[in-house]
C-alpha cells in the first residue's frame, strides 16, 4: 500500500504561481512513478504530468507543458508540481497517483490515488 496526500492547492489570479505536494507513505516510493491529473467539475480526469522512478524522467500534457514542471525528492518520498503562469482554465482538483507501470498518461494505470486539492485560477 501506498498512501498519497497532496497540499498546496488554493486560490490564484491568473498569472500567478502554485506549488503543489504530494507526500508518500509505505511502500517504497522510488518503485513508483508518479503521476499528476485534474479534474474540472463535468469533466473527464485528465493527465497532466508525470515523473519517473528513479531518474527523474519528465512527460507533460500539452497544455501545461512550459507552464508546470514536475520534480521528486526520493529520500523524503515527496514530488513537486511547480506550477507558473496559471490560466483560468487550470481550475480543477488535481490529483497525485503511483504506479509501477509504463503508461504514465493513462489514469487506469495508476493503483493509488491520493485525496485531491483544489486549485482555484480566478481574479
Known amino acids: 500500500q501506498v498512501q498519497l496526500v497532496e497540499s498546496g492547492g488554493g486560490l490564484v489570479q491568473p498569472g500567478g504561481s502554485l506549488r503543489l505536494s504530494c507526500a508518500a507513505s509505505g511502500r517504497t516510493f522510488s518503485g513508483y512513478a508518479i503521476g499528476w491529473f485534474r479534474q474540472a467539475p463535468g469533466k473527464e480526469r485528465e493527465f497532466v504530468a508525470a515523473i519517473s522512478r528513479s531518474v527523474g524522467f519528465t512527460h507533460y500534457a500539452d497544455v501545461v507543458k512550459g507552464r508546470f514542471t514536475l520534480s521528486r525528492d526520493n529520500a523524503k518520498s515527496t514530488v513537486t508540481l511547480q506550477m507558473n503562469r496559471l490560466k483560468p482554465e487550470d481550475t480543477a482538483v488535481y490529483y497525485c497517483?503511483?504506479?509501477?507501470?509504463?503508461?504514465?498518461?493513462?489514469?487506469?494505470?495508476?493503483?493509488?490515488w491520493g485525496q485531491g486539492t483544489q486549485v482555484t485560477v480566478s481574479s
Open positions: 497517483a503511483a504506479t509501477s507501470g509504463d503508461r504514465w498518461y493513462v489514469k487506469e494505470e495508476y493503483d493509488y
